[in-house]
């Protein structure tokens, strides 16, 4: 007969008392129980840690349990609250149709005994269908209380054993410990025993560290391992350093274990050395351990790795330090070594950060001996000293990351048959035969008090007080005009991109603030007509970015004239072709020139110390004439055209001459030339303002024979010209048509 919860709930607790002694629920909460049922086992427990406190239930014959009640209680004095989520219960309570921990004692004061409890409630049956029911003739562990102890006022009880922290929980509608039958008629008595508490004393943690540091390597750390066999949280401190918990946890045996690093920041040039300390605390007791090391920081000082030359030229390149926010460099001896037979070392000059440095001595011959294997026939050493004992201070040189030492001026022989991608290092003077421990005569550095000198040897095989210097030399590399990717202009090794534009573009209004080097200039003869960075190599560069061209064909300048004219601001071009770009140097000294505006093409300009360079470009300017740009001009004085340059709007070289003019003051036209002519005549005029300018030619009937349009002029003098190859011999007629402007004249045709 099935029963509803109602019902097994009241059965339950209207007929408890009634059960025969002889069906009887025993219910023991404890630790272990060993097979001579002894009900006054303790259970080992740990003070402020969540403890699982199983409960043993067993019945004599005959008890079937259906329903069953069990509350715990807990003194509040060394208990504190039953986490529910840590409760666990298994079978058969899983298979119950309804089994579960109530917690209205949980979220309510303790009672004035200072109890908390917490009731299992659980019933076999609730309509759901048979389920197995409790009948254990043996003590079973299926249900677990945990609860959490406190941590002792009196640290002294850990090792004593504490009884009476648990009873008989109650509640108000359930009553205490209960046990109903399968029939919902009289329940079982329940009687129950209780553990005391044993708080096992507490092992102090252990911690092992290993490894040392010596001078930086990959991580500067030491590593250290810690655990504890009581599972207590460790907390981990190290006296020097920086410390990182890489592992925590608590394995399957109960202990804890931790695992971590600490690590000494060497970039500073620091000089402790010592032992570093690392302390495992589990709240009660630590345990220590140490490790060597010595955090010195170490300095390096370097060439650069390829350093191209080109032979004939002297090119430079730095030697950089890089010791660390905090250094201070006192001084340093340097010794250079180089083959002698193919460079020579015209000079080595202070970097911007030795400036005020009060010492400095270059030897350009020094003879190191010891290594006569290396192959090396030239050396010079470099000495400087920052602060010298003369009662005159010198500004500290400190925050050394990767500032520049000096200066190394070479050049390569212009005589020598190079081999392609000739490459030979430059190297500083380091010798690993056995010296004496001399290296440090010829390579040392020390910081600002002197007393701690960082050299080659470093501390190789133990810990000592020689810091470790690293010198890394550089490579010395012959270019050659085959070597250099040409559109390349910005050395990036990335050919024809718009960095390359720039560069270029930049170069040619302003070569001094924007060099190009000889490796720049050979890949900056984009047109391959040999002459490296022109206005014409910018606009065929711009018509391969643009996709119009490609790269690679030879483009010769062409016969072609380019005729750039200044007149009271106005720049004008003419030529026979049309004109892509142009570069116009303006000199001006004494006159202000405003901001240059063009005629339809993108514009740059720089004007410094009486010169203005402009550069015309990415547009196309038809045949004829023209303005090219105008610039507003203040005040009176002398202006007069530079060097000019022009290109067709492909990227061929137009031959460029540049003119002053002067504006004319009123409309003239002259007699054409030559005249009589045969073919071919040019027909001259003067506009004093900017004009629309139509040329007519008209035959002695008055018909019009040809009307040349030559569009809006400047003011100044033009020219155009009449092709009458297939006009007949005879008297023709032409008038100049310019705004409000007109004049005609006669000419003769004899062929």
């Not at 199983?54 to 509350?71: E, K, N, Q, R, S």
């Not at 205490?176 to 329940?190: I, N, Q, V």
């Not at 202006?639 to 031959?655: Q, Y």
């Not at 004319?664 to 045969?678: G, H, I, K, L, R």
């Amino acid at each position: 007969m099935k029963r509803l919860f109602g019902l097994s709930l009241l059965a339950m607790i209207l007929l408890i008392g009634s059960a025969s002694a002889q069906d009887t629920v025993y219910v023991w909460y404890g630790g272990s129980f060993d097979s001579g049922y002894n009900w006054n086992n303790i259970q080992i427990v740990a003070e402020n840690a969540d403890n699982a406190i199983p409960v043993y239930i067993m019945c004599t014959a005959g008890a079937y349990v259906a329903d069953i009640h069990l509350p715990l209680g807990v003194n509040d004095i060394y208990i504190d609250a039953i986490p529910q989520s840590l409760c666990s219960y298994g079978y058969p309570f899983t298979a119950w149709d309804d089994a579960s921990f109530l917690n209205a004692f949980e979220t309510s004061p303790p009672n004035p005994a200072g109890w908390h409890s917490r009731s299992f409630l659980g019933f076999h049956d609730t309509g759901g269908g048979p389920n197995p029911r409790l009948y254990f003739t043996v003590p079973t562990n299926c249900l677990t209380f945990v609860v959490h102890t406190l941590p002792l006022v009196l640290p002294d009880t850990l090792g004593d054993t504490i009884c009476g922290v648990m009873q008989n929980g109650v509640s108000s509608t359930l009553g205490g410990p209960a046990a109903g039958d399968t029939l919902g008629g009289a329940g079982f008595p329940c009687i129950t025993n209780f553990a005391c508490f044993y708080y096992s004393p507490n092992t102090p943690p252990t911690i092992d560290v290993t490894g040392s540091i010596c001078v930086p390597g990959d991580d500067n750390c030491l590593d250290f391992f810690a655990f504890d066999d009581d599972g207590d949280p460790l907390t981990i401190t190290a006296d020097v350093g920086t410390l990182t918990i890489t592992a925590d946890s608590v394995g399957a045996d109960g202990n804890r274990y931790v695992h971590g690093k600490v690590c000494v920041d060497a970039s500073c040039g620091l000089t402790n050395s010592g032992v570093i300390t690392v302390t495992a605390d589990d709240g009660i007791d630590t345990a220590s351990d140490t490790g060597p090391y010595e955090a010195i920081g170490v300095i390096t000082v370097s060439m650069p790795d390829s350093v191209g030359l080109w032979p004939g030229y002297v090119d430079s390149f730095p030697v950089t330090m890089d010791a660390g926010a905090c250094f201070c460099l006192g001084g340093f001896e340097l010794t250079v070594v180089y083959d002698a037979s193919i460079f020579t070392i015209t000079g080595v000059t202070r970097g911007a950060f030795l400036a005020g440095a009060e010492y400095w001595f270059v030897n350009p011959n020094v003879n190191p001996a010891g290594c006569p294997e290396l192959p090396f026939s030239g050396a010079f050493k470099v000495v400087m000293i920052n602060d010298l004992n003369n009662q005159v201070a010198a500004p500290p040189l400190c925050g050394v990351e990767d500032e520049v030492l000096f200066w190394i001026h070479v050049m390569a022989r212009p005589d020598f048959n190079y081999p392609s991608n000739f490459c030979v290092p430059i190297c500083f003077y380091i010798c690993y035969d056995d010296l004496g421990g001399q290296n440090f005569w010829w390579n040392a550095v020390t910081n600002k008090t002197g007393y701690n000198v960082w050299k080659t040897e470093g501390c190789q095989d133990t810990i000592s007080s020689t810091y470790l210097l690293v010198l890394e030399c550089g490579n010395l590399k012959i270019y050659q005009p085959g070597d250099v990717v040409v559109g390349d202009v910005n050395h990036n090794l990335q050919p024809y991109e718009i960095g390359d534009v720039v560069t270029l573009a930049n170069y040619l209004i302003d070569p001094v603030n924007n060099p190009l080097d000889l490796w720049q200039l050979w890949a900056s003869d984009i047109n391959h007509d040999g002459r490296p960075a022109t206005v014409a190599d910018l606009i065929m560069l711009i018509n391969i970015i643009n996709g119009t061209i490609q790269p690679g064909p030879k483009l010769a300048p062409l016969d072609a004239t380019a005729t750039i004219t200044y007149a009271n601001g106005t720049v004008s071009v003419t030529s026979d072709v049309a004109v892509g770009g142009a570069l116009v140097t303006i000199n001006h000294e004494g006159v202000e020139l405003g901001a240059p505006v063009a005629n339809g093409m993108e514009l740059k300009y720089h004007d410094a110390n009486g010169v203005m360079t402009v550069l015309v470009y990415n547009g196309t300017i038809n045949a004829g004439t023209h303005t090219l740009f105008t610039v507003p001009v203040n005040g009176e004085g002398s202006v007069t055209l530079g060097e000019v340059s022009a290109s067709d709007n492909i990227g061929h070289l137009l031959n460029a001459r540049g003119v002053v003019g002067v504006v004319p003051t009123e409309f003239s036209v002259a007699q054409n030339f030559p005249n009589p002519f045969n073919a071919k005549t040019a027909i001259k005029f003067a506009l004093p303002t900017t004009s629309n300018v139509t040329v007519t030619i008209y035959n002695v009937a008055g018909q019009v024979v040809e009307t040349i349009d030559a569009g809006e002029l400047p003011a100044g003098e033009h020219s155009v010209t009449w092709d009458a190859t297939n006009i007949s011999s005879g008297v023709y007629f032409y008038k100049v048509a310019a705004g409000q402007f007109s004049e005609t004249m006669k000419m003769t045709l004899l062929k």
